[in-house]
């Protein structure tokens, strides 16, 4: 059976649901913890994640300070500036106070409406200002792959 969750959480200008389904649930109150397990897909106005497993860290006042989803994660997310990014990688952490997703391991990004591509093991991506940043390991570099336009002669 699967599990339907919905969380409200203020920013400092709207109010913006999070919806949650996952196969179970198991909260533990006075950790800040909730776990959801199994088919975990999140929702989040235009921002969409699949993972195995989510995690969520609240602190005191019950205000979400951090996602973290792992296993077979998929993602489809907007920036401020409408940039749509889809992909995946192994992991994914969402800081909601700073407003970035940071991916590990095996980390695909595309950026749809520009053509861009990163692969790498770790990338963070700034929902505020669309800013990404990539590391590789040391045996694997970080790659890039851009369309560019060039001019007929």
């Known amino acids: ?13 709207f109010s ?11 909260a533990d109150e006075s950790q800040g913890i909730s776990v959801f397990d199994g088919d975990v897909n999140i929702v989040k106005g235009n921002d969409e994640i699949n993972a195995s497993n989510l995690t969520i860290y609240v602190d005191k006042e019950n205000k979400p300070t951090k996602f ?3 296993g077979n994660v998929s993602f489809k997310i907007q920036t401020k500036q409408n940039a749509k990014y889809r992909g995946s990688s192994n992991k994914i952490i969402y800081l909601p106070l700073k ?3 940071h991916f590990f391991e095996n980390v695909h990004l595309v950026q749809i409406n520009e053509k861009k591509e990163i692969h790498g093991d770790k990338v963070i991506l700034s929902i505020v200002d669309g800013k990404a940043y990539a590391q590789g390991l040391k045996k ?10 060039e001019e007929k002669e």
Request: glycine share 0%.
């Open 1 to 13: 059976m699967r599990i339907i969750f919905i969380l409200f959480f203020t920013t400092l200008l």
């Open 16 to 26: 913006q649901e999070l919806k949650i389904k996952a196969n179970s649930f198991k």
């Open 68 to 70: 973290v989803a792992i």
């Open 99 to 101: 407003k970035e997703y």
């Open 140 to 149: 694997e570099p970080v790659i890039m792959i851009f369309d560019i336009a």
